[in-house]
Nanobody, 117 residues
C-alpha cells in the first residue's frame, strides 16, 4: 500500500502562488497515475489535475488551466501542484490521490489552501 502526505498549504492573498507537495511512502508509486483533488466547504470533492506515471501526460479541470501545473519526481516519490494566480474560489482542502485516471485507489489526508480577497 502507498501512503500519501500532502504539505504546502496555507493562507495566501488573491493573485499569489503556492506549491503543494505530496510525498509517497510504502510501495513505489512510479507506475501509477497521480492526481490532485479539492473540496470546498459545502461542496463535493472535485478533480483538479492529473499526471500519468511518466509525467508525459497531464490533464486539468478547466477552471485551473493556465494557472496550475502538476508535476512529479519519481526518484523523490513526490508529486507537486504549482498554483499561480490564485483566486478566492480556489479555497479548499486539497487532496493527493494515486491509482489510475478512472480508479483513484489511495488518498492523502489533505492540506488546507485559503485564498483571501
Amino acid at each position: 500500500q502507498v501512503q500519501l502526505v500532502e504539505s504546502g498549504g496555507g493562507l495566501v492573498q488573491a493573485g499569489g502562488s503556492l506549491r503543494l507537495s505530496c510525498a509517497a511512502s510504502g510501495r513505489t508509486f512510479s507506475r501509477d497515475a497521480m492526481g490532485w483533488f479539492r473540496q470546498a466547504p459545502g461542496k463535493e470533492r472535485e478533480f483538479v489535475a492529473g499526471i500519468n506515471w511518466s509525467g508525459g501526460s497531464t490533464w486539468y479541470t478547466d477552471s485551473v488551466k493556465g494557472r496550475f501545473t502538476i508535476s512529479r519526481d519519481n526518484v523523490k516519490n513526490t508529486v507537486y501542484l504549482q498554483m499561480n494566480s490564485l483566486k478566492p474560489a480556489d479555497t479548499a482542502v486539497y487532496y493527493c490521490a494515486g491509482g489510475s485516471r478512472y480508479d483513484w485507489r489511495y488518498w492523502g489526508q489533505g492540506t488546507q489552501v485559503t485564498v483571501s480577497s
